[in-house]
């Protein structure tokens, strides 16, 4: 598996991004696909996850949203704030979504967004 995330960039607080997480052995169907935030000087903290076959998805919050299709998992944010500002991973891991990081085996290597006016 080797995770491949994309999409961030420098937004005005309000506006909108799509992040990208595909993975170049085809692998993303049969894991759940975390996406994390790593603020400046913070440890990664969940923000949504699109489980492969449990039901078990969930985004922190409401302006978030992910989803998935055959290639790739996808986070939409929308009205985003200054302190979404972080680098953004995206994660695998077997089994049902969770929001604990050490289960999830592998790792993208992150994607910044800066929100900022």
């Known amino acids: 598996v080797q995770l491949q995330a994309s999409g961030g960039g420098s937004v005005q607080p309000g506006g909108s991004l799509r992040l990208s997480c595909t993975d170049s052995g085809g692998a993303l169907p049969y894991y759940a696909v975390g996406w994390f935030r790593q603020a400046p000087g913070a440890g990664r903290e969940a923000v949504s996850c699109i489980s492969s076959h449990d039901g078990s998805s969930f985004n922190a919050d409401s302006r978030f949203n992910g989803s998935r299709d055959t290639n790739a998992v996808y986070l939409q944010m929308n009205n985003l704030k200054t302190e979404d500002t972080g680098v953004y991973y995206c994660?695998?891991?077997?089994?049902?979504?969770?929001?604990?990081?050490?289960?999830?085996?592998?790792w993208g290597q992150g994607t910044l967004v800066t929100v900022s006016s």
């Open positions: 994660a695998v891991q077997s089994g049902g979504c969770s929001r604990r990081t050490n289960g999830y085996k592998f």
